[in-house]
């Protein structure tokens, strides 16, 4: 298989992995993070998350660029059970797929990897079917979400949170898979990546867990190849959120909901700690 056939079969195969991990995302938050479905939906999105690094990381050393657009997510919403059963034909028709397509590919890592999304889909399978069995007929009968406390306006606002974290993290997602050559650099920035990740958790929990399921808007994302021109954006970008975060401190709003004010000061502190690595990176 040519270089650049690879890196499209890989991309492609990065858009449905994307798909996924949201998916099973923003289903976890609207059952609830501390909920058993929504503890075992977290950590399927978890094992996604790997499954779409490993082929970023593959796209990243042939010199591909990563395509940041997630794959739509079929599933019939009309119940846990309808969602649930849609999981499971999801996952099992990845294993024939993912077989098929490890079968052509002549790298040992990269054949690895497609192999172990097979069998790690046909475990996601067996889990939801788990899940599907042990529903009560309540759950069975019911989709998550619907109760709204929070105002509308609000939840616009968490939401521009959610959108401009979710960017900021395929934004270094992306710096350290393609920078991934300078080594310690790369692994700095996906270190950033990981902190956006959580952050982006902290106003997106609050979301789902008013019955409104978070949405993922991929925006624009910066494509510079020079790593200096990288870290000078991430370190603007810290500060941006930072200024902006130390204002929504102040809204009466968010000093209606506990558990946000706490994320959000964890959120404040971590943007500080953020900000100031990267400037030291610049002066490096
Ligand atoms: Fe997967
Ligand atoms: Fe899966």
Redesign the pocket.
């Given at each position: 298989m040519k270089k650049t056939q690879l890196i499209a079969l890989l991309n492609r195969d990065m858009t449905d992995?994307h798909a996924?991990i949201i998916r099973y995302l923003v289903h976890a938050w609207m059952e609830g993070e501390d909920t058993p479905i929504g503890a075992s939906l977290l950590s399927r999105s978890r094992?996604?998350m790997w499954?779409m690094h490993w082929l970023g990381m593959s796209i990243g050393q042939l010199g591909g660029e990563p395509n940041f657009t997630p794959a739509p997510y079929p599933y019939d919403p009309t119940n846990r059970a309808t969602i649930f059963k849609s999981y499971v034909e999801y996952e099992e028709k990845?294993v024939p797929h993912y077989n098929g397509e490890a079968d052509m590919v002549d790298d040992p890592h990269i054949k690895r990897v497609l192999q172990r999304?097979a069998w790690?889909?046909a475990i996601?399978a067996r889990k939801f079917q788990r899940i599907l069995k042990k529903l009560t007929p309540e759950q069975a009968r019911t989709a998550p979400g619907g109760e709204m406390e929070i105002p509308v306006e609000f939840i616009n606002l968490l939401q521009r949170e959610v959108t401009s974290k979710y960017n900021e993290m395929l934004q270094h997602v992306r710096y350290s898979w393609v920078f991934q050559k300078n080594g310690l650099r790369s692994w700095q920035l996906m270190d950033q990546a990981m902190e956006k990740m959580k952050q982006l958790a902290h106003f997106a929990e609050d979301i789902g867990g008013n019955g409104m399921p978070p949405q993922f808007k991929p925006g624009k994302i910066d494509l510079s190849r020079v790593m200096a021109k990288a870290i000078f954006k991430s370190a603007d970008d810290a500060l941006k959120s930072h200024r902006r975060h130390l204002k929504l401190k102040k809204d009466p709003e968010v000093n209606k909901h506990g558990g946000l004010v706490i994320n959000l000061d964890l959120t404040i502190q971590q943007e500080q700690y953020q900000a100031e690595e990267l400037k030291d990176m610049e002066k490096k």
């Open positions: 992995e996924a094992e996604e499954h990845l999304e790690e889909s996601h």
